[in-house]
């Protein structure tokens, strides 16, 4: 299977983990032995202030909510779009970060979008792929629009986007109008 880095995996209505219920998930890195990736739609009660004050020991005026990247425990991580922050390119204009010193620099004084996230999501070789073939996951393009957008929406506008794409490779239609009344 080729590697599903840059894209997101859309949890079908029907996956039972409350973990992903509803959840839209980044893939940061995917290859034979395994993949991560963080939850982009799950906002923490906790702003990027008052973990700051935590975790380096000093104030940050930054009151950008953190995100829950999914249900394993790690180090806070970015996802952004500075190039020169990067540790890992995951698209096209979408880059994560883990580096101490690169959060800093994005978290205090970048202008560009940006995403904390604490926790990840993992999964070992071939787990994904296993849970692709029973239908738990489906799959889009990451895009700028869609990471940074609207994290109360994003499920909701893609299951239906890749919904209406599999119905309509599955009846052979084309094209069909997005209001279908004027048909």
Known sequence: ????????????????????????????????????????????????AEVWLEVLDRPCENEAPIFVGGPCPGPLMAIHQAPECADLDIAPGLFFATQKEHLETLVEGCQAPLRVFSGYSGWAGGQVESELETGSWLVADATEELVFGDEDEIWKLLARRV?????????????????????
């Open 1 to 48: 299977m080729p590697s599903l880095r840059g894209k997101l995996l859309i949890a079908s209505p029907h996956l039972l983990d409350p973990n992903f219920a509803h959840a839209v998930v980044l893939m940061v890195q995917h290859d034979e032995d395994g993949a991560l990736g963080v939850v982009l739609n799950r906002r923490s009660e906790n702003t990027l």
């Open 163 to 183: 919904g209406e794409n599999i119905l309509l490779g599955a009846l052979k239609i084309k094209h069909a109008p997005e209001d279908p009344s004027l048909n």
